[in-house]
């Protein structure tokens, strides 16, 4: 295969991904506010459940994403929180 024909797929293919993951977190950041406001207008159970399976969906995509660095993350913030209670004290 011709090495330009390959870069511009390789291009191609990365910025689809540029575009599809951003415009679908920013999709999600509006339903869930969406589904906030009429909850707590409505007090109706369905909104909040809708808004507990966006929630779960979003979570559970970025921690398959990110899970290296979150439980990196977890473990820095639990032992600086242990430091600075020992220092309290």
């Not at 540029?18 to 506010?33: D, K, N, R, V």
Request: hydrophobic share 45%.
């Amino acid at each position: 295969m011709d090495p330009v024909l390959l870069a511009r797929a390789q291009f191609a293919a990365n910025m689809s991904f540029h575009i599809l993951f951003p415009t679908i977190s920013i999709a999600l950041g509006w339903m869930l506010l969406f589904f906030r406001f009429r909850w707590l207008k409505t007090r109706n159970t369905a909104w909040y459940q809708a808004m507990s399976a966006v929630t779960q969906c979003s979570l559970c995509g970025s921690k398959k994403l990110l899970s290296p660095q979150l439980g990196a993350a977890r473990r820095n913030v639990h032992s600086s929180e242990k430091k600075s209670n020992r220092r309290v004290r």
